[in-house]
C-alpha cells in the first residue's frame, strides 16, 4: 500500500472533519443528484467507492437491490453501517479497504457510485480501469470529480495552496480534467449519457451561511439534474457513464 493511501486512510479517520468541510448541503445535492439519474426502479447490485456515511446510496436500497458499501476509513463505515435499515441488513454488505485492493470479482456490480475520491487516489486513471472491470455489461458508473479546467477549479486550487502553506495537509488533492475523465471512461466502452454541474461556495461563504440557504443558492442557480441551468458555471461534476 502507498504511503499516500495511508495518508488517506488517516484522514478519513476523523469523519466528522471531512463531512463537516463537504458540508450536508452538497451531501444533500450529490444524493438528490443520483438519485434523479439513477430513476425509480430498483437497482440489482450497487457499489458505493468511498461510501462515508451512506447518505448517497442507502436511499437507493430498493426491492431487492443488494448494496457494497467500501470505504477506507473504518469510521466512516461504523457511521454508514448505523444507518442501514434494520429490514435490510442482509442486502449490504461492508468492506474497509482500498478499493484497488479489495477482493471484488470482475463484471459484479449494475451500478457503481464513485463520488469524493477520484481527488484523494494514487492514479485516476487506474481507478476508472477498475471500476469498468468490475462493472457488468449494460451497466452504469456515477462519477464526481472537481474539473480543473474550469477557471473556479484554479480559484479553488489556488485557495488550497495557500491554504497548505499556513496548515499543512497530509497529501495535495488530485487536479483533474473533466474531459481526461471523459476520455479514460471511452477507453472502456463506457459513453457519457447524463450529468450534473454546479459551482460551489467561494471560500469563507460556509461561515456566512447556513446549509439551507447554500443548498437554495445552488439549486436556484443551476436548477436540478433533468434540468441542468447554467452549467458553464459549475466546475464541480457528476457524470453518469454506460457501458
Given at each position: ?5 495511508d ?7 476523523e ?12 451531501i444533500?445535492?450529490r ?9 425509480p ?30 470505504d ?31 477482493d ?5 456490480f449494475?451500478l ?79 459513453r ?28 436556484t442557480?443551476h ?21
Open positions: 500500500m502507498s504511503d499516500r493511501i495518508r488517506v486512510r488517516s484522514f478519513f479517520a469523519p466528522e472533519q471531512y463531512l463537516r468541510v463537504r458540508g450536508d448541503f452538497n444533500r445535492i444524493a438528490e443528484v443520483v438519485q434523479g439519474l439513477v430513476g426502479e430498483p437497482v440489482d447490485t450497487i457499489l458505493d467507492i468511498g461510501c462515508g456515511n451512506g447518505a448517497i446510496s442507502l436511499p437507493l436500497l430498493r426491492g431487492r437491490t443488494r448494496l457494497t458499501l467500501l477506507i476509513s473504518r469510521n466512516m463505515l461504523d457511521l454508514a453501517s448505523a444507518r442501514i435499515p434494520a429490514d435490510a441488513r442482509d442486502r449490504v454488505t461492508l468492506v474497509n479497504d482500498d478499493f484497488m485492493a479489495a471484488l470479482p470482475t463484471r459484479s449494475d457503481i457510485l464513485c463520488l469524493g475520491v477520484l481527488a484523494h487516489v494514487d492514479s485516476p486513471t487506474a481507478v476508472i480501469e477498475r471500476m469498468a472491470n468490475v462493472l457488468r455489461p449494460g451497466g452504469r458508473v456515477i462519477v464526481q470529480n472537481n474539473d480543473a479546467r474550469h477557471p473556479l477549479g484554479y480559484l479553488l486550487s489556488a485557495y488550497s495552496s495557500l491554504s497548505r502553506k499556513l496548515l499543512p495537509e497530509p497529501y495535495v488533492l488530485n487536479r483533474i480534467r473533466s474531459d481526461a475523465v471523459i476520455k479514460d471512461f471511452g477507453r472502456h466502452g463506457l457519457l449519457v447524463g450529468g450534473y454541474r454546479y459551482a460551489m461556495p467561494l471560500p469563507g461563504m460556509t461561515r456566512l451561511f447556513s446549509g439551507d440557504q447554500l443548498y437554495r443558492a445552488i439549486r442557480v436548477g436540478t439534474e433533468a434540468d441542468n441551468q447554467r452549467a458553464w458555471l459549475g466546475s464541480e461534476c457528476i457524470f453518469e457513464f454506460r457501458r
